[in-house]
């Protein structure tokens, strides 16, 4: 695949297995993506090019074929190397016993092959892989680079669970850091310290974040950017426009046009 001769693309398929997975397709993907984090895990590699992970206070190159792994609900974010491009295969998913991963880099030939027949199978429809038994062996693989999980971040504190809820539930509307604070019985102060030092990032820019998550659901239902940015509570549809290509990395017109034509890397 030749980087630099195809548009940017992000291309998603959901498959029950019987958990809900989803796979990602980025394809020259050329955005530095803010900090925020996943209520799933992200298991990847990259299928092309390089890009810089900031996660857990460092900064990671990585470059083709390089797996990586962020854990759910760590903050990171991810840029281009100088003015380059990437392509990346993603999976979302849940663990029933994740343990702990303190690194993000993971160096593993076999996983790496499963990852890359998974992905294949799936986007492909080949029905003569299973990709049960594919996922299963990814997951068996992956918990072998665990750790105990007693190394794990303390569980967030109550309010900030509460005010997360808030957020994630009424992100299409206005809110107000002193309504979210009040919502979770803390001082606007101490609120917005302890959703930093938890999150790693403010109560507005998870706002945003789940404001952007909301609209990629709507998009694909609505098939309507106009009426995407009108339910998600976007009065402007180019700062709608400019906000979803800053977290997603490309326009949701080509987000919707990649999803819709089913076309892949």
Do not use: W
């Not at 993907?29 to 857990?56: D, K, M, W």
């Not at 107000?176 to 938890?198: G, Q, T, Y």
């Amino acid at each position: 695949m030749k980087l630099n001769k195809k548009p940017a693309q992000l291309i998603q398929k959901q498959i029950n297995l019987p958990d809900k997975i989803v796979l990602t397709h980025g394809i020259n993907i050329h955005n530095t993506f803010p900090v925020h984090f996943h209520a799933s895990f992200i298991l990847g590699f990259i299928a092309e090019g390089q890009c810089i992970y900031h996660y857990r206070g460092e900064d990671i190159p990585l470059q083709k074929d390089d797996i990586y792994l962020v854990q759910s609900f760590v903050p990171h974010r991810c840029e281009p190397v100088a003015e380059g491009k990437h392509s990346y295969n993603i999976i979302s998913f849940t663990l029933s016993s994740p343990g702990f991963f303190p690194q993000l880099k993971i160096a593993d030939a076999d996983l790496l092959h499963l990852l890359k027949t998974f992905h294949q199978a799936a986007f492909t429809e080949n029905k003569t892989t299973s990709l049960s038994h594919l996922y299963a062996a990814i997951q068996s693989r992956l918990l072998t680079h665990a750790t105990d999980q007693t190394n794990s971040p303390q569980k967030a504190l109550d309010a900030i669970d509460k005010a997360k809820g808030i957020i994630e539930q009424n992100c299409h509307n206005t809110l107000s850091l002193d309504e979210i604070a009040e919502a979770a019985c803390l001082s606007k102060f101490h609120f917005n310290r302890l959703f930093h030092a938890r999150l790693g990032l403010s109560p507005y820019a998870y706002y945003l974040h789940c404001k952007v998550k909301q609209s990629q659901e709507i998009l694909l239902r609505t098939t309507s950017v106009t009426t995407t940015s009108f339910e998600t509570g976007f009065f402007d549809q180019s700062h709608f426009t400019k906000l979803f290509k800053k977290h997603v990395g490309v326009t949701p017109g080509k987000y919707l046009k990649s999803n819709r034509d089913g076309s892949g890397g």
